[in-house]
DNA sequence: CTCTGTGAAGTACTTCACAGCT
DNA sequence: AGCTGTGAAGTACTTCACAGAG
């Protein structure tokens, strides 16, 4: 047995752990069910939820399988219900405090972006080099300055961080998060960052995405190229 | 036998499928690469370029394999010449001109970025609904109103979008791309896009991230407090 | 009779270990 | 002797089909 299994049943969790794949899916239940309560729907079926997240109900149905039985057989789920059930199991209860390094064009859209407000994270920091930018307002904050980041993040009892920084500076910036005692990291930066095993690091990067998009378009287009081939050779 | 294959196979690609897991880290591999031949080294091992990349040196191997057999055995890669390989199988010989759709800090951060122009990606295009946005300059680009958004897209030749817009008007601004022909696409929006069969859409999300990151997070606390509980009981 | 929850089967990915070049 | 390339074994995820609750 390992020893956050172990764990999880010391500390009575119901849940033992969640496969990376539903994990990812469980949030996009969670902003379906939101728009649904938005909506005044309070009762929703496997199906609907299903259609409405873009997956098929044999694999939601599976995905909340992990988190418990939440639903009614004959019926469906209630929606206020679910919600809260998977916000529960995946932390979302507590208040996460958000720094943000780097004021640039996206560390402000960050900084600015509705969803991130709701659900229980709340921007609490932001940083930059230039001196240009520190002590800019942006929205509620006010930019700090890089150098004073160690004492900001403490005063301020930030516990997640968001890297908005160019590659160059990326590691080292994330050396002295981790070394502050932030063990969560969002990274915008396209480099791979060393961390050591406790510190998560999540990694969202805009040249990848569009790279595989550019595989499967290429594809589409020799399939295409090839059909036509094809057709050719038939007559 | 699928259509796809067969149509890999009368086109003559040595490449039938990349699974999508190995896809996004030969993009990875791509850059670890990249930044090798700035540095003027030109030779790499599979234990080396698996270092950089974060992942184990089989896994590597087995993610080139699917491209083909570029090393030399008892020696390793040629950095040169397995970066092209790589490029090319993802597409990425051919120029892609991208439009970006919404010009808000976060679209304005997008066509900035640098790794964006290199590796075959232009931005052609940027759009905004906002009339004191609209004719602004970011870059060498000058914002177009979403009003003339088909003719735009038209005129630049555009084969990928970006779109960087509030999630109330992602969707009708994702059907007039599909409209106008683009058939790939990578939305920042957080609503599940619907689009035909033919076309490819990729998703970031911030908010997704942050609450994989909370639920790590809150694992790690209840884990600390069950080994806490632990020792006690051990005593 | 409807719709959930879930073992079991099927599929895809990862890891392993070593064969095969150089 | 060293490092790649890859079948085969192991693991994780997805799909299926139906048992079971209302």
């Not at 932030?182 to 969202?204: C, Y």
Request: overall charge negative; hydrophobic content about 45%; charged content about 20%.
């Amino acid at each position: 047995m390992s020893t956050s299994e172990e764990s999880d049943r010391l500390a009575g969790a119901a849940v033992r752990h969640i496969p990376p794949a539903s994990l990812a899916r469980l949030t996009i239940y969670l902003r379906a069910l939101s728009s649904m309560l938005g909506e005044g729907i309070d009762r929703v079926s496997s199906d609907e939820l299903a259609e409405a997240a873009g997956v098929n109900s044999p694999k939601l149905r599976k995905d909340l399988s992990y988190l418990g039985s939440y639903g009614t057989r004959g019926v469906g789920y209630d929606v206020s219900y679910l919600s809260e059930q998977i916000a529960a199991a995946l932390g979302l209860t507590r208040n996460w405090r958000v720094a943000i390094v780097g004021a640039g064009n996206l560390g402000r859209a960050l900084a600015g972006y509705p969803g991130f407000g709701s659900r229980g994270f709340e921007v609490v920091a932001l940083f930059d080099a230039d001196q240009l930018v520190i002590g800019q307002e942006v929205g509620w904050l006010r930019v700090s300055s890089i150098e004073a980041m160690e004492s900001v993040l403490e005063r301020t009892g930030a516990n997640m961080a968001v890297l908005s920084v160019p590659a160059e500076v990326a590691q080292d910036l994330c050396d002295r998060l981790v070394a502050s005692g932030i063990t969560s990291i969002l990274s915008f930066a396209p480099v791979v960052l060393q961390v050591p095993d406790d510190v998560q690091v999540r990694k969202v990067d805009m040249a990848t995405e569009l790279q595989i998009l550019a595989y499967h378009a290429q594809r589409a287009q020799v399939s295409n190229i090839a059909s036509k081939a094809r057709a050719r050779l038939a007559t």
